[in-house]
C-alpha cells in the first residue's frame, strides 16, 4: 500500500499487489466520518464515489495502527471551517493514536510505497538503542529485506561483540538495548537469518543476549546451564560432526523457544522453530541410518548389556560402578531406540521402509522380547512405545515374527503384562497395540490373517479372558442377591425369580463358570484392565466373524463377562452389558440361540430391576438395548423377553420401551397367525362347503382385536357394496 498526493493536494490511498506490481485501488481519504476499524487489522468503510463497501485486511496490527494514524491526522488537519473538523473517526479499540510519532508515520509510509527503504544503522555501540528501535517498528513488506541485511558481512558478528563488551563493562541499559533488539532479530522470522543466529559459532552469543530482559530484575543464566548443567550422552558413538552439531542445535532451539523466549514468540515464529527442529530431526535420523556401522553397533549393545531390573538394584549398582567411562546403560539404549523410531515417522515413505527393514533385520523384535521379559515397567512401557510406532508404520513384520516365533514368546509376554502389569499406561498401550495387530482391515491376505488369527484365539484369548471369568462376586451376589451396585428399590422376590418361572438369574452365571473350569480370580486384577479386556473382546465380535463367534459359543464366553454384573463397580456392570450388546449387534442367529438357550439376558435384566428407576448409565444401557432388539425385531430375543419378563414390563412407566416391545411382540404373533390362517382358509371345509378350522380360528382372532387400518377395510368395503346394489337397481 501506498499514499500518494494528488493534484488538488487531496491524500489518497493507492493499494498496489505484491507479486504483480499492479494497481488494485486507489482511493481518497475523505473528510466526511466513514471510517470504521473494525478489529486490529481490518478498516473499512463505505467508498461514496462507486457506492461499494470496502474493506482492508492487514498481516499485522502494526501495518494496520500506520494507516489507520495516518487517516486520523488527515480529517483533524481538515480546514477548521469544514462541519467535519471535529469528528473523529470510529475506532472500536479507542486506544491513543499518537504512541508513534510523525517521523516514524512518515518513514513507514514510505517504506510500504517503496519509495525509500529501512537502512539499518552502523553496528556500533552508541547505535545500539536507534538499532533496537529500527528492529522493532519494521513493516511486513520490509522483513526480508532487513534480514538481508543483517546477514551482510560482519554485521552479526560486530553485534555481538559490541555485546561482549558491554558485558564486561557492565553497561546495563546497552544490554537491554542487546535483549531488544536479539527479540526482535528473530521475530522478523526469517529462516536463514535465523539459521545464522544459531550456529554454533554465534549460538551462545544470541543466548547471551536474550539473558538481559529489562522486565526481569536479574540476569537470566542460560549459558551456564546449557554449558555445564546439561550432558550429552552417546549411547553410541556418534563419528559424524554434522550429525552432531544437528543434535545440539536442535536442543538448543528447544530450549529458546520453551524456556527463553515462551512470552515473546507469535505463531508464525513458533511455527518457524519448530519446523526447524523437525527437519534437523529428519537429518539426524537419515544421517543415522546412512552410517554403516551405527545400527548394528546400537543393536549389538542391546543384546549385550544385561536388563536392569527393580530386584538388581544392588547388582546394578555394582555394575554402574564398574562400567568404563561413557559406557551406555541398558536404560540409555532403549530410551534412544524409542526417541529413533518416534522420529522415523517423519521420514519419506521409501526412506522410512527402509529403515524399518533394517531394523527387523538387526533384530529388533528380538530385543524388545528380551526387554519385555527383563525390565523394569518404565523400560517396558519404552518398549511397547517402540512397537506401536512400528505398527503404525507397517503391522505385516510383527504380525509375521509373532507367528513365526518359537514359543511366540514376544506375544505371550505382551498378554502377560497386559493382565498383570500395574504400571500405569501399560496395560492401556497393549491394549491399544493388540487393538492394531488383530485388525482385519490391515491384514494383506489370506495367509497372513489365518497364521496370525490361529496363534491368537488358540493359545492367548483364554488368557486373556481369565481375569474377566474369575471376577469375585460382591457380598450381595455370595449372599443370594443379585448385585448391580447399590442396594435396589425394586421387590427382592421378583428380582431373585423373575416372572414367569424357570430357574434364578444367578444360575447361568454359575453354570457358566462350572462350564468354563477353573479361572483364576481378578481380585489381583485392576479392575481398568477389566474394562480394557472387555473392550478387546468387543472389538474381536466385530470384527472377527468366524474366529470370535466360534470362541465366544464353544468357551461360554458370555457367561463369563456377564459375572461382571456382580462387580461392585457400576462402569463393569456397564462393560458387561456392552458386551452383550456387541453380540446382539451382530443380528448373528448362531448368538441369539446361544442367548435364549442359555439364559443369558437374565442377568441382565435382573440387574435393570434391582437398579429400580434410578436414572444412571446402567438404566441407559439397558434401555438402549431392548430398543435395538425391538427396532431391528430380532424375534427370537423379542419372544423370550415377553414371555419371560412381560408382567413386569408395566412397572416401566418413564419410557415407552418396553410397552413398545410387547406391542410388537403382539403383531408379530397376529402376523405368524395370519398367515397359518390364510393358507387354511384358501382350502374348502371337509365337506366342500365354508372355512375351515384354521379360518374360524383366524375369523376369532380378528374380532378379538381389530386395529385402525381394519376398521377403515370395512369402511371401503361397505361403501364398495352400496356402489354395486345402487349400480345393480339402476340396471334393473
Known sequence: MEFANHASNSVGLVVIGEETQKMLMVHRILHEDIYNRQDETIITWTDPDIGTDVALSFQEGQGCNAIWQHIVRVQTDADPKHPDHRRRVIDEFDGPVGHLDGDYLHHDVADMAGAGHVELPAAEMANLEEIAKVLAHVPPMQRERVAQLLMMPNYLRKLLDIFRQCEDLEDLPSLHNMFRLMRSIIMLNDTQLLDELLKEEHVMGVIGCLEYDPDLQTPQQHRNFLQTAVVFKEVVPITSQEVLGKIHQTYRIQYLKDVILPRSLDDATYGTLSSLMLFNNVDVVLGLYQDAKFLPALFDALKSHAPSEPDWDDLLFEALKSRAPGEPDWDDLVAFLQEFCSLAKHLQLLQRQNLWNKMTQLGMFE???????????????????????????????????LAAQPGHSLLDCLVKEFVGSEQSGLPEQIAELLKLLVDPETMEGALEKNDFMDVFYSSFIEKLIAPVGGS?????????????????NSKPAAAAKPAGGGSSAAAPAAAGKAAGGSSSSSSDVPASTIGLIVDLLCFCVQHHAFWAKYHVLRKNVVEKVLRLLRRKERWLVVAGVRFLRTCIGTKDDFYMRHLTRNQLLD??????????????????????LVEFIRKENIKSLIEYLV??????????????TFKQLQLKWEQSKEAAAAAAGGGDAAAAGPDGGGPGVGGRLYSSRRRLRRDARDMDRDEEDYFSEDSVEEGGGAGG
Open 367 to 401: 530385543v524388545i522380547t528380551r526387554i519385555l521379559q527383563s525390565s523394569s515397567a518404565p523400560v517396558k512401557l519404552r518398549a511397547t512405545d517402540i512397537l506401536l510406532s512400528a505398527l503404525a508404520h507397517d503391522p505385516s513384520p510383527l504380525r509375521s515374527f
Open 472 to 488: 469375585e462376586p460382591t457380598a450381595a451376589a455370595a449372599a443370594g442377591t443379585p448385585a448391580a451396585g447399590e442396594a435396589s
Open 603 to 624: 442377568p441382565v435384566m435382573t440387574a435393570f430391576w434391582d437398579n429400580g428407576e434410578r436414572y444412571n448409565l446402567l438404566n441407559s444401557a439397558v434401555l438402549e
Open 643 to 656: 414371555e419371560k419378563f412381560g408382567d413386569r414390563f408395566a412397572e416401566v412407566t418413564y419410557v415407552d
